[in-house]
């Protein structure tokens, strides 16, 4: 359902910071990449997400390559997929409240008319109270506002969810809530998962495969343009 095929991506082309990497996601498993700091997953997760154009090699959704890239994916793609960072206050609009946060993609494809129901069904999930809902991002803390992060992500139903370090900067409490709301969407949905950290121990309880960024497939067959 998610395969990355001989993936080279970064930030200059002289310098790619994901080197011709393969990984492959099938439906309803959750992969689990971990890393050291620094040596790329991030951006592979984007890459994977549909946010950075790779510099060569293939991302396939569902046996489909994706073309037309821009700096990012066209939106009809993007949407099928839900994407969580690391750090929630980056990727949430500070002039938002929590409710049009998690509204958003549903703003975005049109389908406003959804939202009054979609959120308050997401905020029971993720555990946010109505008085939370009313309030913008510097108004709640780091795990509240993840929380907003997790339920945008769910609020489109998508097919494909990427964790980048979801629970990094989260209590264990909260760490534990939002897999666990993850979990749950997987097994009532089949969505497939990619879940990026550092955290072996967490990682592999949460998922049904991990695998080491020194590890990852080299190469994937011959390199069509994007
Ligand atoms: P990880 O997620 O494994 O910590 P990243 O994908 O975030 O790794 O970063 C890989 C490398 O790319 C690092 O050397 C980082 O400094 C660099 N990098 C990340 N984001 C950017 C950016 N927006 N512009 C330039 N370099 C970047
Ligand atoms: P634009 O192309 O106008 O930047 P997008 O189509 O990317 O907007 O989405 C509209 C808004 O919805 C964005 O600002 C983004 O924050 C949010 N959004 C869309 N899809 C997701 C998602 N899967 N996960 C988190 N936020 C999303």
Redesign the pocket.
């Known amino acids: 359902m998610l395969e990355l095929r001989a993936i080279t991506a ?3 082309r002289r310098t790619p ?2 080197r011709d990497v393969s990984l492959t996601v099938e439906p309803g498993e959750a992969v689990g990449l971990l ?12 890459v994977a997400a549909l946010l950075h154009r790779p510099d060569s090699g293939t991302l396939i959704l569902d046996g489909t390559p994706v073309r037309h890239w821009r700096h990012r994916a066209p939106r009809e793609l993007r949407t099928a997929c839900g994407v969580v960072f690391q750090q929630p206050r980056l990727s949430a609009d500070p002039r938002l409240r929590l409710d049009d946060l998690i509204a958003e993609p549903l703003r975005a494809t049109g389908r406003r008319t959804e939202a009054p129901g979609r959120v308050a069904e997401l905020a029971a999930t993720v555990g946010l109270t109505p008085d939370l809902l009313s309030r913008r991002p510097h108004e709640v803390s780091d795990g509240q506002l993840q929380r907003a992060c997790l339920a945008r992500a769910l609020v489109l139903r998508p097919r494909r969810l990427i964790c ?2 979801m629970t990094s900067m989260l209590d264990a409490s909260t760490a534990a809530a939002l897999v666990a709301v993850v979990e749950d969407y997987r097994r009532t949905t089949g969505a497939g998962l990619l879940a ?1 950290g550092h955290d072996r121990t967490l990682l592999r309880r949460w998922c049904d495969r991990t695998v080491h ?1 020194d590890d990852l497939a080299r190469g994937g067959g011959p390199i069509p343009r994007v």
């Open positions: 970064g930030y200059d910071v994901v890393g050291p700091s620094g040596c790329g997953k991030s951006t592979l997760a984007r980048d370090e990026v960024w």
